[in-house]
């Protein structure tokens, strides 16, 4: 099974950056899309962005133009660069792919541990 790995989380003060990244174990067979969700305290996970097979890229409105994602299929990585970073962007970050791993099996969704980011005032 994939195991995705995710690093680059920690502490920064408010406008600082940093930049996620998630490791698959090994190459998936057919990728639909990747992205980033994240959760933070009391509230519900939300997808942060997303790339699809075709390489479109969707953000949610409250990251766009302060975070990038981006992938790098030769090493099975997928990155979340996030500058400007504000408070309200503390929270824990889970990187996901939604393919399957082998053919003829089914489409599932692969999840990371989650790493958290906080961002001090």
């Known amino acids: 099974q994939v195991h995705l790995v995710e690093s680059g989380g920690g502490l920064v003060q408010a406008g600082g950056s940093l930049r996620l990244s998630c490791e698959a174990s090994?190459?998936?067979?057919?990728?639909?899309?990747m992205g980033w969700y994240r959760q933070a305290p009391g509230k519900e996970r939300e997808l942060v962005a997303a790339?699809?097979?075709?390489?479109?890229?969707n953000y949610v409105d409250s990251v766009k133009g302060r975070f990038t994602i981006s992938r790098d299929n030769a090493k099975n990585t997928l990155y979340l660069q996030m500058n400007s970073l504000k408070p309200e962007d503390t929270a824990v970050y889970y990187c996901?792919?939604?393919?399957?791993?082998?053919?003829?099996?089914?489409?599932?969704?692969?999840w990371g541990q989650g790493t958290q980011v906080t961002v001090s005032s």
């Open positions: 996901n792919i939604n393919g399957r791993e082998w053919i003829g099996t089914q489409d599932r969704d692969y």
């Open positions: 090994r190459s998936i067979f057919r990728i639909n899309a």
């Open positions: 790339i699809t097979r075709g390489d479109t890229t």
